[in-house]
């Protein structure tokens, strides 16, 4: 389209040239007649050349681009609003509450600032370890037999890497009785809300936990199996533990990474009585 339209310009232009020099071969003329005639002509038609100048060859204004999203939350948001204002012309009930909770949870969960980091596990495992080694927060008085996050801890967001995140603590998972079963099934609503899922183990997977990281793998969560408390085994037992793992995660077909950590590692007595606390420990590529 813009080059056909050059070419009618120099068409036009063209032509006008020519028209020009057809009427200033009259001027010439007129000027042997009326000198000062011939003037206020050759004036004219310089005024009338400038205008249709500026008129066929000046830069057009640049179109208006049309509006586009500048997020992809945006476009998804328009989309739920759609889906939305669909909701009452369900006839089934049931089915039209289920949406409705979904679409609720769906414009919470786009609402947010900073993405969900949620630390999953079973109690004990070192999972409010590993949230105080991210936050860089000294390590307290943390170890207990049985999990100590009742109702699940939200951290205020942190900055890891370039990305900032909310980091939430959820209770223990596979505690015995009727307080470990609610408390287990908040772990997994925690979960499920989650942009990523550290999943932490504090030795090889059991059935249980197995079972669980696939369910959270079916879901579409993206998840990173964390073997943490890597420093209270010898080497060729933390190698076997590790081989293990993955080859039960290749079997089953989840494309899940895992990682070994220290994420409080014990204490070391020194020769002067001391006693010195080492670093949390962590390969490179849990940094990433």
């Not at 998804?76 to 409705?100: G, H």
Request: glycine residues 6%; charged residues 20%.
């Amino acid at each position: 389209m813009k080059e056909l339209d050059f070419w009618v310009r120099l068409v036009l232009g063209l032509g006008a040239v020519a028209i020009g020099v057809a009427l200033l071969d009259r001027v010439v003329q007129l000027a042997r007649i009326s000198p000062l005639l011939a003037i206020m002509v050759t004036g004219l038609l310089i005024l009338a050349a400038v205008i249709i100048g500026r008129r066929f060859f000046r830069a057009k204004p640049p179109k208006p681009e049309v509006k586009e999203f500048q997020h992809r939350v945006e476009a998804a948001q328009e989309n739920l609003t759609a889906l939305e204002s669909q909701l009452d012309k369900i006839q089934d009930q049931v089915a039209q509450e289920a949406l409705r909770y979904h679409t609720t949870t769906l414009r919470q969960t786009m609402s947010r600032q900073e993405p969900q980091l949620v630390v999953f596990g079973v109690g004990a495992a070192g999972k409010t370890s590993l949230v105080n080694a991210l936050m860089g927060h000294d390590r307290g008085a943390v170890a207990a037999t049985m999990g100590t996050t009742e109702l699940g801890v939200k951290y205020r967001p942190v900055k890891l890497g370039e990305f900032t995140v909310s980091l939430t603590d959820c209770p223990g998972i596979l505690e015995a009785g009727a307080v470990g079963a609610d408390r287990e099934e908040l772990a997994r609503k925690l979960a499920t809300r989650a942009d990523l899922l550290l999943f932490v183990i504090d030795d090889d997977l059991r059935q249980t936990e197995f079972q669980l990281l696939q369910e959270l793998a079916t879901l579409g969560k993206k998840i990173i199996l964390v073997f943490n408390k890597t420093d209270r085994l010898p080497k060729p037992d933390r190698e076997l533990i590790c081989q293990s793992i993955q080859q039960r995660l290749a079997s089953a077909g989840l494309a899940i990474p895992l990682t070994a950590i220290a994420a409080r590692p014990q204490a070391v007595a020194l020769p002067t009585g001391e006693t010195y606390y080492p670093p949390p420990n962590s390969p490179p590529s849990w940094q990433n």
